[in-house]
């Protein structure tokens, strides 16, 4: 059995009486509750009165209940938290909109601000219009706004005869002898704000107060190099203590509890050994846990709904697939795989559903066609009142009938947090029904925010037995007692914290008042009372601090005077285990360059024309991967056309232009507006050739853009073809193949013309950079024209690069003088001298010889990683494959 | 020792009466000298915050608060302090911890107090406390890198285009002339979003088009005749001779003849370009001859005079300083042709910002996040304009009296206006106080300004040093020690960049000269400085290998701190690689990002292969990574596998049974080992925290193990930090998320412990070590090319502040383009600045600075050629020239040649490979199917009023007949309260008023039930009870009773349901009986001790105002004393 967490000897007494006990949280209520029902039970008691214990704000909204019931009170509907919210966040953009002089950020920021200036205002019983403080109020800018906003807001809540939990206290002051007078007691309640006096003082005859005994024997503080050492000592003192004497009661305070909870959550688990296999069973209770809307069954959930909006993302579409909480069967399947590596080639990151569902429904894959996922999106755009706004208890219904198109929460049973989370979520359902009482109609995308908003102010924490170890906020420890007590964080900068006060109610006043945070001095007094009350409530007290945060250093809060100063090794960085286990490892290095060559059978799963050259000829490993494995990186995400579709785009226009103009002749006959005619149909027919529904994905203007550049670059362009001497295109996208050794390639020649005198040149359409370097050497960077040179070796006068790049149009080419300028036939000048060929017939056969050796390299699987230069691997993308950054790495110690 | 040379000036900076602006150099004692003031401030104020200090860094505004804190603690425990400048302190100390203990702060406890700040939290600060006049509304998240956010405002600004806004045809136009590169324009968007304060006050949001383009005109304008004014200025004392030379030029080339000297308008620059003509040649040196050409033809008389005449002139214009460049400079000024391309670019780049700005805060507030830049610009708002400034003291409750700021010289613009609002006023109040003034104190080093590429403008500091503030004058102090360096260097850095750094200093180029310093240490090592010089084949690694012997030899040295600096990480990168191999321990933090870590990239493919199944790359990538370690072969094999390859995905393939046929033994083998663990890793998706699930997958595959290093478990521990971090910020396994994080984190490269530091010279700016050395400094910087877009902040002679830009015209590099001339600013500015980074390198050490570099001899002179204008070594050429020593190549020790090693597959072997984990528990813990959602929330909601309506008419004395309007219109408040409106409202009202009715029903069993006349009776009873497992139960009793006339204790438990149609009431009550008997049975437990009455229990059907009692739970009566 535990030791107690809160002695309620001092109380018994009272409890028989009949007094009332109230608290400062219901952290506190519960635990005397528990206590007192323990000792009843551990007496023998079988049932008794449930004993009156809440906090004092919860009791005193009981008295107003009361006073309503008796008729004391009119009745009003009073708001939740997040329903004042909403309407002060109505009230302010009303508010803006009606004065257009400012537009702010962040209303929903300003709403809290201001929601939170009413409460303290009403808490310290003061009428910010009264004749007094309205003058203060008007002087500022921020002030007097929120004065405005403030009429607006009181006005709106007594026309819908609403009020917020505050002003339902604020009432009971006035309700001297309205309601039977009361007993009770306040336990470990430091301080009281005037509405609470002044409520109290109404209600009750008697009033006591009580606190804990002093049971605070040591104070201890452990400093440490900077915050995560912290945290791995706290959670490792933790398991030790609980290891060793698993009664003792422990209190962990996170002083920043949004930031460290996940870590020490971890860290615990580490040291608890609950990572693995007892994941489920951490002897810890957290006072808190993730917000609703990241509870992975949730979120998907959320993410299922707003497929109903118009767009979408890509990201959001492989979510889905990957959820276990929808029903969508043929998630894995090869043909919902080929959809989403098609989605990641049309590289948007964002996806109209409606074309998202089209492609989803329409995709092909041997047997297969649709997947379950469009079925799912067509049933969800099928519904047309999804377009209609409605009040938030209509969405609610809508929300649930959408979730069952889903198949949400999914086929699969569910764990019991996920439980758990499942009716949470139907409370919070309910709860966003109930914003009829403030909110218009909504359309789906403002009611999905809203829904949004109400999980994430749900706090999804496992509901577990109460543990012996306790992870707190600082306020949540106030009044518990632990044998142990830690608190983390208690920097200088943060102990005390600083001022910050509420920017809507003048300065000068918060202080005057002893507001919350108002100042320096007021938020000194709260800490040091807070801290005394740890010291005097728990055995041992620790408190820890980090040196140095974000690389800032740091002092101890100095709040920490009677501590003993107690240093504790920084516990190691990384766990003994990894580096046990690291240091029995034997790592054997395998030679391992070369896979079984090409079968004959398999000769069909070969995809790639010349571009397989290219790659053996860059790195045998790339074509390996790519051609054999079929492994290609996904698609990147671009803003626009990606670029390899912007090359396919300028090759069709020029295939499209030399289909109109033929020879060299016609081209010359052309005047300017012929030209401009002719180029521009070129141009509109290629861009024509794009289908319809990838087109819409772009927008008009970016295709009435590209036409325009691709025209210009026509134009360009033919003002370099126009300086040739004469030729006829005698062949264009030209598909062909070719038997190299053993394999077979196929090619397609973007286009072959022929001179006056029957020769040909092959031009290759390129609006990357390129030069006749890249025709060089033992393995060329790029052999596509070297290998379309062999179709027809006899008849070839020149290869050459038709470098179509705006403002640098040219020719890059290697042949016979006078075909075009840049085809150079020096070739003595331009062969790498390491070749040693001269002559146009050797050179031929070099190339010939070199193709016939990358093929024979590919068929035979050789597939070394082994880049021919450092650029080859700038745009492989297949890095985590080939494992070309591990010889980047200091070499394995041990080999076996 | 030497004497302190400054202490006049050093005095003068702590004088609480006089505002004062502080140049302090390299070693100089600033922060003491900061502290002191501060302190010396401390005991005039009211309030500790009325002293606004601010800083650069965090780090420096924690350092300050701390000395400021030690200063008054030893003061406190009075302990001895020696050095003259310590008692000063130490005097000042003691002066404001009296002011302490009379105001009773407790600064030495509540460290809040300290108004100690960097520029960004101080504004922030200010936009929390206005959230109305800074327009943020409230606490907005302020984000470091926000470049997703920039993205997004300008793909929202590509919409546009769509949308006929007028901005579209700006857009388009630069669209069109970038060649439609969306990408690419987008990139320079983010670029220019980024520096925004630079631009949006001349082309943001208030400028109407027109008005842009004319400011833009007006600007190029000034800054034509600017430099015309300056050059006519110059050569006034020869205007006649000039005059008559140009006459003389023009009458022969058949020109206009001139009669007097062009003016200094901007349409003049074409004269003074024929001006020019006469005195230098077209690549801007000095002409020898002139010629007919000229204007000036061969000949007697006349045409010989006026060659002599000009040669005298020649020679004497020769004498003046700065007039060959500024005569060069005529050429790169700008001329602005309406119609030009590169205009029309630049006013479409004008109308376009300003949407952009807009559409950023749009997004800004989608995202409730800003960047820091907006919270200076909203902190500026919120002080408001200079004709109606915000009562700044009333918001903040105390008045700043005294600012003080350090490093003045890395000042942008937007401190610069923050320090203007909150000085104004000032010079009104000291005249009229001049006992208690408002005071500023200034601190920095011109020298030291190296941080240009994000916005920082040295200019400022030397405006605010002639201009003041709102009339704050302030007192110039330069100090002159240095307390850091010893002789040797001190001297060396004295002479070397006195001859670096511009003779004067320029506001409106952002120059500042030399000030030589004092030593304060003496010489103690001679020569403190070495340069060296490499040349021939390997210089490099020569160049290198000396490093690493140097380094050697000052370990062995003893314990002296020594640091490599390096221009960027590439510049240390060979030197760590070179440290490795010899075995010396070094540190370098910070250099090399953490995603480069081999470990990292396959965590990062591990994270890639689990979420996405479409990933064939990664999932190929796992199996050939080491944990796996699949040949090419068995990888062949798997990728073949399944049905539909290559669409199969790879999870599936590895689970085929015909796979396994084919694989080798050992693929087999390997395969087998890591697919349980990838089974669970699947299985235990979002049920695991996303640390705990990646680290898992992990070490079961054996992740320790494949490490290389211990350090690289370092980098496997940061990167699961990285993800519990996108666990806590709620990012989850966001691929782009991390990969920016990544890049922002750092390998383990070295050890902390490292004798060695290694670290870019940005980094080394406040730190000092007994030795330095600062390698390759011949290397430039990578060039930067031509960006499609420059813009430069431009400060008239006047002093009129204001802005330029153009786009890439494409024009070539000569042509007087406005684009050109900001590129060539733009250069100048950079060389500059790395004059001022080498000056800061050089300034690091304490005992001994080593220089190197690798140079190429001309091949005649054998001398060494002048290294390139770009690089570090370029303004200390001269002196680094004259006492280099040159080394002479060597063949390069054989370790120092980099061996090409195989690559081949390292994999971990068989036996070390993952044990497949013990077979888990694989029992799920089922629940069951979930309960259909509880979405018919309204019968719950009346359901709890009619229970709330039956406990109101049970308390009451009387029972009424029927409900009264006030209970109504309670009733109707709690349905509302509970979220019921409209027609729901009405309907669940009906039926709460319907039950009412039933139950008050003249006798009826309702009002039985309700009556108020029974003996201990409860409504809604809160009990607890120990049930019949020993746990505690808190149980609610809906009613409770003793009948007077039976002297039955009753237990009734309310129900709203109804029977099924057609269903009789007997079947129906029969079977919610059934229901609910458990539950009534627990009641009548509970009950059953609280006294001897038999207990009879009982449902109240509430819509049928019917009783059932539930005779089966009757028990028999118990007997006295039985329990």
């Known amino acids: ?896 | 020792m030497t004497g302190i040379v400054d202490a006049a000036e050093r005095s003068a900076a702590v004088n609480p009466l006089a505002s004062v602006c502080v140049s302090a150099p390299a070693g100089s004692g600033k922060t003491e000298l900061l502290i002191q003031r501060y302190l010396r401030l401390l005991s005039r104020v009211q309030r500790p915050e009325q002293i606004l200090a601010i800083t650069f860094t965090r780090k420096a505004a924690a350092e300050m608060r701390e000395r400021v804190i030690q200063a008054l603690q030893a003061a406190r425990d009075n302990t001895p302090c020696d050095s003259p400048h310590q008692r000063v302190t130490r005097a000042l100390a003691a002066r404001a911890l009296s002011a302490d203990h009379q105001h009773g702060w407790q600064l030495v406890e509540n460290i809040s107090r300290f108004n100690i700040k960097t520029i960004d939290s101080f504004c922030a600060g200010l936009t929390r406390q206005m959230p109305v006049l800074s327009q943020f509304g409230g606490a907005v998240a302020i984000h470091d890198d926000v470049s997703p956010l920039y993205a997004e405002a300008v793909q929202a600004l590509y919409t546009l285009l769509d949308e006929e806004h007028p901005v579209a045809r700006d857009l388009e136009a630069l669209l069109l002339h970038f060649d439609n590169n969306w990408e690419r324009l987008q990139a320079l968007l983010v670029s220019m979003l980024a520096r925004r304060e630079q631009w949006r006050d001349y082309v943001g949001l208030h400028h109407a088009p027109q008005e842009a383009e004319s400011y833009l005109m007006a600007t190029v304008g000034t800054l034509v005749s600017d430099d015309l004014r300056a050059l006519s200025q110059v050569l006034a004392p020869y205007s006649e001779e000039l005059l008559a030379l140009a006459r003389f030029s023009a009458g022969n080339l058949g020109e206009p003849v001139p009669s007097q000297l062009p003016g200094t308008d901007a349409e003049d620059l074409a004269s003074w370009q024929k001006l020019r003509a006469l005195l230098v040649t077209k690549k801007g040196d000095w002409r020898r001859k002139i010629t007919k050409s000229e204007g000036f033809p061969a000949g007697r008389g006349e045409a010989q005079q006026r060659k002599l005449q000009w040669q005298e002139l020649l020679v004497q214009l020769q004498e003046i300083d700065t007039l060959q460049q500024r005569l060069n400079g005529l050429q790169s000024l700008p001329v602005i042709q309406a119609d030009d391309v590169s205009w029309q670019l630049v006013l479409h780049l004008s109308r376009l910002l300003p949407i952009l700005a807009a559409q950023l805060l749009l997004v800004f507030q989608q995202h409730a996040a800003v960047d820091h830049s907006q919270v200076a610009q909203s902190a500026l708002l919120a002080l408001g304009e200079d004709d109606a400034p915000t009562e700044l003291a009333l918001r903040l409750d105390y008045q700043i009296e005294h600012i003080l700021v350090d490093e003045f010289q890395d000042t942008a613009i937007t401190q610069y206006e923050l320090l203007h609002k909150l000085t104004r006023g000032w010079g009104e109040h000291n005249e009229l106080h001049p006992e208690a003034p408002r005071t500023l104190m200034i601190v920095g080093d011109g020298m030291q300004s190296i941080y240009g590429f994000r916005g920082a403008n040295v200019g400022l500091f030397l405006r605010a040093r002639q201009e003041g503030f709102n009339g704050v004058a302030l007192q110039f102090l330069e100090l002159r020690c240095n307390f850091r360096s010893d002789k040797g260097i001190v001297d060396w850095v004295n002479e070397a960049f006195t001859l670096a750094f511009p003779a004067a200093d320029d506001v409106y180029r952002s120059q500042v000269r030399y000030s030589p310093a004092t030593a304060v240490r003496p010489a103690q090592r001679s020569p403190a400085v070495t340069a060296c010089a490499f040349h021939g084949d390997s210089a490099r690694e020569r160049e290198i290998v000396f490093i690493g012997e140097q380094l050697a030899a000052c370990l062995d040295d003893g314990n002296e701190t020594i640091a490599v600096l390096g221009r960027s990480r590439s510049h240390l990168q060979p030197v760590i690689k070179h440290l490795k191999q010899r075995g010396i321990p070094y540190n370098a933090p910070d250099l090399d990002s953490l995603a480069e870590s081999p470990v990292v990239v396959d965590l990062l493919n591990l994270c890639r292969a689990l979420a996405s199944d479409a990933d064939r790359l990664a999932w190929m990538a796992l199996l050939r990574a080491p944990w796996c370690g699949l040949t090419l072969d068995d990888l062949l094999c798997v990728a073949v596998a399944g049905e539909s390859p290559p669409y199969t995905p790879i999870w599936s393939a590895m689970q085929q049974a015909d796979l396994h046929h084919n694989l080798s033994d050992d693929g087999r083998a390997r395969l087998s080992s890591i697919l349980p663990v990838l089974r669970q890793a699947r299985e235990k998706r979002d049920r695991l925290g996303l640390r705990a699930w990646i680290e898992q997958a992990w070490l079961g595959l054996g992740g320790p193990q494949c490490a290389p290093a211990v350090e690289s478990l370092h980098d496997v521990e940061s990167f699961l930090q990285l993800l519990e971090q996108a666990e806590a910020e709620g990012a989850g396994l966001d691929f782009e998320w991390l990969q920016r994080r990544l890049q922002k984190c750092f390998m383990n490269t070295g050890s902390a412990g490292g004798a060695v530091q290694l670290l870019t010279l940005h980094k080394a700016k406040g730190l000092e070590f007994d030795r330095v050395i600062i390698p390759q400094l011949d290397r430039a910087p990578r060039s930067d090319g031509r960006d499609i877009l420059l813009w430069d902040e431009h400060s008239s002679a006047g002093g009129v502040r204001s802005f330029l830009l153009a786009a890439d015209d494409h024009s070539a590099a000569d042509s007087p383009t406005l684009y050109n001339y900001l590129r060539l600013q733009r250069r100048q500015k950079q060389q500059l600045e790395a004059t001022r980074l080498l000056y800061v390198g050089a300034t690091r050490a304490v005992r001994q600075l080593v220089l190197t570099a690798s140079v190429s001899l001309d091949a005649t002179s054998g001398l060494p050629r002048a290294p390139s204008s770009q690089c570090l070594l370029h303004p200390v050429w001269q002196t680094f020239c004259r006492q280099m020593t040159l080394v002479d190549p060597l063949p390069l020790p054989p370790s120092a040649v980099a061996v090409q090693a195989a690559r081949p597959l390292l994999r971990l072997s068989r036996s070390s490979q993952a044990e497949p984990p013990a077979a888990q528990a694989q029992a799920q813990e089922a629940v069951g199917q979930p309960p259909p959602p509880a979405i018919n929330n309204r019968e719950r909601i009346t359901g709890r009023v009619v229970h709330r309506a039956l406990e109101e008419l049970a308390l009451m004395r009387a029972l009424p007949t029927a409900a009264g309007t006030t209970e109504r219109r309670r009733w109707r408040m709690a349905l509302q309260r509970e979220g019921l409106y409209g027609a729901a409202l009405e309907t669940a009202l009906a039926t709460v008023l319907q039950c009412v009715d039933m139950a008050l029903q003249a006798g009826s069993s309702g009002r039985w039930v309700l009556d108020s006349g029974h003996v201990e009776a409860h409504c809604e009873w809160p009990l607890t009870t120990v049930d019949s497992t020993g746990s505690i139960r808190d149980i609610v009793i809906d009613r409770c009773f003793i009948d007077r006339a039976t002297g039955l204790r009753w237990v009734i438990d309310y129900k709203s349901s109804r029977p099924a149609e057609g269903e009789s009431f007997e079947d129906f009550a029969t079977r919610e009986s059934a229901l609910y008997a458990g539950q009534l049975q627990v009641y009548r437990d509970a009950v059953r001790c609280l006294g001897n009455q038999p207990v009879r229990c009982a449902l109240f059907f509430t819509a049928l105002g019917r009783l059932y009692i539930v005779n089966t739970l009757d028990l028999p009566e118990l007997k006295p004393g039985e329990k």
Request: with cysteine; proline share 6%.
């Open chain 1, 1 to 896: 059995m535990a030791h107690s967490l809160y002695d309620i000897r001092p109380l018994e007494t009272l409890i028989e009486q009949g007094y009332t006990l109230l608290t400062p949280n219901f952290r506190l209520a519960r635990r005397i509750k528990a206590e007192w029902d323990a000792g009843q039970a551990a007496a023998g008691a079988r049932v008794w009165q449930a004993i009156s214990v809440l906090p004092l704000e919860a009791w005193l909204q009981q008295q107003w209940e009361h006073a309503v019931r008796a008729n004391a009170v009119p009745p009003m509907t009073p708001l939740s938290t997040h329903q004042s919210l909403e309407v002060w966040r109505q009230v302010i953009s009303e508010q803006q909109h009606a004065a257009a002089d400012f537009q702010l950020l962040r209303p929903a920021a300003a709403a809290e601000l201001a929601a939170q200036a009413r409460d303290t205002l009403l808490r310290w019983c003061l009428d910010p219009q009264s004749r007094q403080l309205r003058p203060l109020f008007e002087m500022d800018a921020d002030c007097s706004a929120f004065l405005r906003w403030l009429t607006a807001f009181e006005q709106r809540l007594a026309e819908c005869h609403q009020c917020t939990a505050i002003d339902c206290l604020a009432r009971l002051p006035q309700l001297d002898a309205v309601l039977p007078s009361s007993r009770v007691v306040l336990v470990e309640i430091e301080q009281l704000t005037p509405l609470q006096e002044a409520a109290l003082q109404a209600l009750c005859a008697d009033i006591r107060h009580t606190r804990a005994e002093h049971r605070g024997e040591q104070r201890l503080l452990h400093p440490f190099a900077d915050k995560r050492a912290e945290l791995q000592a706290v959670a490792r003192w933790a398991a030790g203590l609980h290891r060793d004497a698993p009664h003792t009661t422990i209190g962990i305070v996170l002083s920043d509890m949004a930031n460290d909870r996940v870590a020490l959550e971890y860290l615990l688990r580490r040291e608890f050994d609950c990572l693995g296999r007892n994941y489920a069973s951490l002897p810890v209770n957290f006072s808190t846990g993730i917000s609703l809307d990241q509870a992975p069954l949730v979120r998907d959930a959320l993410a299922a709904l707003a497929m109903g909006l118009r767009q979408t993302t890509l990201t959001a579409v492989e979510k889905l697939l990957g959820s276990r909480f929808l029903d969508l069967p043929d998630a894995q399947s090869a043909v919902a795989q080929r959809l989403v590596r098609r989605l990641y080639a049309q590289g948007r990151a964002d996806l109209v559903v409606s074309d998202l569902r089209d492609q989803a429904m329409a995709i092909q894959w041997g047997e297969a066609t649709g997947t379950t996922l469009g079925r799912r999106l067509d049933a969800l755009l099928a519904m047309p009142v999804l377009r209609r706004k409605a009040l938030p208890s209509v969405w609610a219904s809508r929300f649930c009938d959408m979730l069952g198109i889903w198949g949400w929460p999914g086929t699969q049973p569910l764990d019991s947090l996920e439980f758990q989370q499942l009716t949470r979520w139907q409370d919070t359902l309910a709860e966003f029904a109930a914003f009829d009482a403030v909110s218009k109609s909504l359309s789906l995308s403002e009611a999905l925010a809203l829904l949004r908003d109400c999980c994430r102010r749900q706090v999804s924490q496992p509901l577990t037995a109460d543990s012996t170890v306790q992870v707190l906020g600082p306020l949540e420890a106030a009044g518990l007692s632990f044998d142990q007590l830690w608190v983390c964080g208690m920097q200088g900068g943060g102990w005390p914290a600083s001022a910050n006060p509420n920017p809507f109610i003048p300065i000068a006043l918060q202080r005057q008042q002893l507001m919350p945070h108002a100042s320096p001095e007021r938020e000194w007094a709260f800490s040091d009372a807070l801290l005394q009350q740890y010291a005097r409530a728990n055995r041992v007290f620790h408190a820890s601090y980090s040196r140095e945060v974000d690389g800032v250093p740091e002092p101890p809060s100095a709040l920490l005077r009677d501590f003993t100063l107690h240093e504790m090794s920084d516990p190691p960085a990384i766990p003994d285990g990894w580096l046990e286990r690291h240091c029995r490892r034997s790592v054997e290095a395998v030679p391992d360059d070369r896979a079984t060559p090409l079968g004959l059978d398999s000769e069909s799963a070969v995809r790639g024309g010349s571009g397989l050259l290219e790659d053996q000829s860059q790195c045998p490993f790339r074509a390996f991967a790519r051609h054999r494995l079929q492994v290609e990186p996904l698609g990147t995400i671009s803003v626009a056309l990606p670029p390899g579709e912007r090359g396919a785009l300028l090759h069709e226009a020029l295939n499209m232009l030399w289909g109109e103009l033929g020879n060299s002749e016609s081209l010359l006959a052309l005047d300017d507006t012929a030209q401009a005619r002719i180029v521009e149909n070129a141009a509109r027919a290629a861009i024509a050739s794009i289908p319809r529904r990838q087109q819409r994905r772009l927008g008009r203007a970016y295709w009435r853009l590209e036409q325009q550049r691709i025209i210009a670059l026509l134009d360009e362009w033919l003002g370099v073809e126009r300086q040739r001497s004469a030729f006829v295109v005698a062949g264009r996208e030209c598909e062909m193949s070719l038997e190299l050794g053993q394999l077979h390639v196929r090619l397609r020649l973007d286009r072959i013309d022929q001179l006056s005198d029957g020769s040909h040149v092959i031009i290759d359409y390129k609006s990357g950079q390129c030069s006749v370097q890249d025709w060089m050497g033992h393995r060329p960077a790029q052999p596509q024209l070297l290998l379309y040179s062999m179709v027809e070796p006899d008849t070839l006068a020149g290869l050459a690069f038709a470098s179509i790049r705006p403002r640098e149009c040219r020719f890059v080419g290697l042949g016979r003088a006078g075909i075009a300028p840049g085809i150079r036939d020096d070739l003595d000048r331009v062969v790498d001298s390491a070749m040693a060929v001269s002559g146009w017939p050797q050179l031929q056969r070099y190339w010939e010889n070199t193709l016939q050796r990358l093929a024979h390299e590919f068929v035979t699987g050789y597939a070394p990683v082994d880049p021919v230069t450092a650029a080859s691997c700038t745009w492989c993308g297949l890095q985590a494959l080939c494992r070309i950054g591990e010889a980047a790495a200091p070499a394995p110690e041990s080999r076996a």
